[in-house]
């Protein structure tokens, strides 16, 4: 993240550092559960006042774009993403493992169980996409 | 109890019948960096001496540390807990850089040896360079360093960076920077740099003819205070100065720029309503709300 502050203008310093980390947070330059810098770390690196740091922390865990987790630091708020995605794969192998048990309860072999995954997930693709291509 | 280190209220010096302060109204909340800015005569030194100590004010009250300083006991209980750094940096010229910190760190018991040693490291003062020998920026720099290592919970400084350049500028800021930050320090300083009053400040108190025209969050000024650009098609209506909320009107031919706070939006609605022909509404810089309260119209 590269923060930059205009101190010699009309806007109010602490709604700058607001905008510019809620920018990071919606361009994925920061992800949901990254740690941002030390208030300290920000006032020494643009040797500016801390208090003023943190009246934008403040307001940003107000928003609900950053967590201040005490002793700890602030972090982005929200799940992180990459957490999020395993345990939805996860979820899909449960899923797709009671399918093959079922599958092999009906006699099915190993490649006709595959025939039929590929079938039905070409023919979800084919239903599905279309409508996607419109928007 | 209010949590500001400093507070006056109609604090007011005389010189041989000149007023230098007026009924001053000053707070510094704990923990901030206060700027104090006003032109050279406005009342800034004189009002540094009365909260030191050494003047003594015609009339008003002056708390440090929430304690009324009403008594000579309780200004040097005070002056205990301030760290001074004053505009000719006077230091002993017969010693050098370490005999200074060393005579110094001998008459505070509680000297922080971690502070001296950090900002030994950050300013690279030469130990054994005789005082009358430095340059402005370093007698600045050991100054600092004595006020803030004798571990002072507020650090005045008449000021602090005059004559010195960026750099060097840049460097003393960033240690009061880090001093809020770490030793959570409480900062008041002088300075005609409206700059760096705005790159470290979260508070600045404006002073002119003896009284605070300003005083208050950084931040919250810019918020509040706005510029409004009318252009008329003949003379702008003398109804103008009338509005509520408007601090200051200036006229230059059919146009008025106007410095509000408050309600702008109603400001700018009433002003519509005076027919001109354009309306701008722009944030304020602290150099206008300088300019503006300082010039004296």
Redesign the interface.
């Known amino acids: 993240m590269n923060l930059r502050i205009h ?9 700058q550092l607001m905008e510019q980390i809620k920018h990071a947070v919606e361009t994925n330059a920061i992800r949901a559960g990254e740690q941002l810098p030390t ?2 770390k920000i ?2 690196e643009l ?6 740091v943190a ?1 934008a922390y403040r307001e940003l865990e107000r928003d609900g774009i950053v967590e201040v987790r005490h002793g700890s630091g602030v972090f982005v708020a929200g799940q992180p993403s990459s957490a999020n995605k395993t345990a939805e794969i996860r979820q899909a192998g449960e899923v797709l493992r009671s399918a093959i048990e079922r599958g092999m309860a009906l006699e099915l072999s190993e490649a006709e169980l595959r025939r039929v995954f590929e079938e039905e997930l070409s023919r979800w693709q084919e239903n599905v996409t279309p409508p996607r291509r419109q928007r | 109890m209010s949590d500001n280190l400093i507070d006056t209220s109609g604090l007011s010096k005389s010189y041989s019948g000149s007023p230098a302060l007026r009924g001053l109204n000053l707070a510094v909340p704990r923990g901030s960096i206060c700027g104090f800015l006003g032109r050279n005569g406005a009342g800034k030194t004189t009002t540094l001496k009365l909260l030191l100590g050494m003047l003594r004010p015609d009339a008003g009250q002056i708390r440090l540390f929430g304690e009324a300083m009403d008594s000579e006991a309780s200004l040097i209980a005070a002056r205990r807990r301030i760290g001074f750094v004053s505009e000719d940096k006077e230091l002993y010229p017969f010693m050098n850089v370490g005999q200074t910190i060393r005579f110094t760190r001998a008459l505070f018991p509680g000297w922080r040896r971690d502070l001296e040693e950090k900002y030994m490291e950050l300013f690279r003062l030469p130990l054994m360079k005789a005082v009358p020998k430095l340059s402005k920026g370093m007698r600045t720099q050991l100054m600092l360093l004595l006020a803030m290592a004798r571990g002072a919970e507020l650090l005045m400084m008449d000021e602090p960076t005059s004559g010195l350049d960026p750099a060097m500028t840049e460097d003393i800021l960033r240690a009061l920077a880090d001093l809020a930050t770490v030793g959570q320090s409480t900062i008041f300083f002088s300075s005609h740099q409206l700059a760096e009053v705005e790159q470290i400040c979260d508070r600045v108190c404006i002073i002119d003819q003896g009284q605070a025209v300003i005083d208050g969050d950084l931040d919250d000024l810019k918020s509040q205070y706005r510029r409004i650009l009318l252009t008329f098609d003949g003379m702008p209506p003398s109804a103008l100065a009338s509005l509520t909320g408007v601090d200051h009107l200036r006229q230059r031919g059919r146009t008025a720029s106007l410095l509000a706070h408050g309600n702008v939006d109603l400001l700018v609605d009433q002003a519509r309503e005076l027919g001109p022909t354009s309306v701008e509404v722009r944030p304020v810089t602290l150099k206008e709300l300088f300019l503006d309260h300082v010039r004296g119209e």
């Open positions: 101190f010699s203008t009309g806007v109010p310093i602490y709604l208030i300290r006032a020494e040797t500016m006042n801390p208090n003023t009246r």
